[in-house]
DNA sequence: TCCCAGGACAGCA
DNA sequence: TGCTGTCATGGG
């Protein structure tokens, strides 16, 4: 994708390929917000502003690096799109979200995010984490918080994920903040993808869903699709009727392939959009 | 008032 | 192993 690096700015001219809309809102990340024209991207402790310019995306941050991986800028999404459009049921879903892309996620923060995304809108997973950046977070920009650290977050009891209104998920929190690390959330990286799956179920507060939304936002597995209630919805209208989560991922794998977290990305956007 | 949200979990057969 | 009821909470 064509993009050049200006100082503090990467400028993006693929508009085809980047469209920060696209990538915010089709479900994969929580931790932004839209003010006026602009989006504001607050993944852990960094920062960036994305506006549209005539001819190109800018995306303005003192860390380039960071952002040319977060936003998986060195990917052909071309070639990913061309690939999918041969499978009708996609061709729709791609030309509405053509611009997503798959961000690379800090593991962390994305476990944290998706355990609380657990039969919960979005609307409100957002400000759950907004809660807990502004307790314990550190000041990034105006009113927005850094992710807080791993041991901030150990030092809480169960309380407070309840009054930050995780409800239920609260005991979840807490719980997986005992049983794994970030260390050891990037070290399980070299597991295979079956045993770092089981791995990631085995935690507290993460099922299936939860662990293909961390394998795919996070660890970068395309070959995984997590169902969730739009996908499982998508299926009983487009091919047939099956309540079981578990086949309808392993039918739509076996239909998709590696490219399966791709495939998921386009059909939720449209799924979520047209309803 | 009821229903739903990027589900997980325990209890049961 | 597979199914069912339950779990907070805010918005439509």
Redesign the pocket.
């Known amino acids: 994708m064509k993009y050049n690096i200006e100082e503090n700015e990467i400028r993006i001219y693929s508009k085809d390929e980047f469209n920060p809309e696209h990538i915010l809102e089709?479900?994969?990340v929580f931790c932004f917000k839209k003010e006026g024209e602009v989006y504001k991207v607050f993944p852990e402790s960094q920062y960036a502003e994305i506006s549209e310019k005539e001819k190109y995306y800018s995306i303005k941050t003192e860390n380039i690096d960071y952002f040319i991986n977060f936003f998986d800028l060195k990917s052909d999404y071309k070639q990913i799109k061309e690939n999918l459009s041969k499978h009708e049921i996609l061709k729709k879903p791609i030309e509405f979200g053509f611009g997503i892309r798959i961000l690379n996620q800090d593991l962390f923060e994305t476990m944290i995010s998706f355990i609380i995304?657990?039969?919960?809108?979005?609307?409100?997973?957002k400000l759950i984490l907004n809660n807990i950046r502004k307790s314990l977070g550190e000041r990034v920009c105006g009113d927005i918080y850094s992710f807080p650290s791993y041991q901030k977050l150990l030092e809480c009891d169960e309380q407070f994920f309840?009054d930050v209104?995780a409800?239920?998920r609260a005991s979840?929190l807490y719980k997986v903040l005992r049983q794994i690390t970030p260390k050891e959330l990037e070290e399980i990286k070299s597991y295979d993808l079956d045993k770092l799956r089981a791995k990631l179920?085995s935690?507290?507060?993460?099922?299936?869903?939860?662990?293909d939304?961390l394998l795919l936002f996070g660890y970068h597995k395309g070959e995984v699709f997590?169902?969730?209630?739009?996908?499982a919805?998508m299926y009983n209208k487009y091919y047939y009727p099956l309540s079981?989560r578990e086949q309808i991922r392993n039918n739509l794998i076996e239909e998709f392939g590696s490219l399966s977290g791709f495939a998921?990305?386009y059909l939720?956007y449209f799924q979520?959009s047209s309803n």
């Open positions: 089709c479900g994969q995304s657990a039969n919960n809108n979005i609307k409100r997973i309840k209104g409800g239920y979840y179920i935690l507290s507060g993460i099922g299936p869903k939860v662990a939304c997590p169902v969730d209630t739009w996908i919805q079981n998921q990305q939720f979520r």
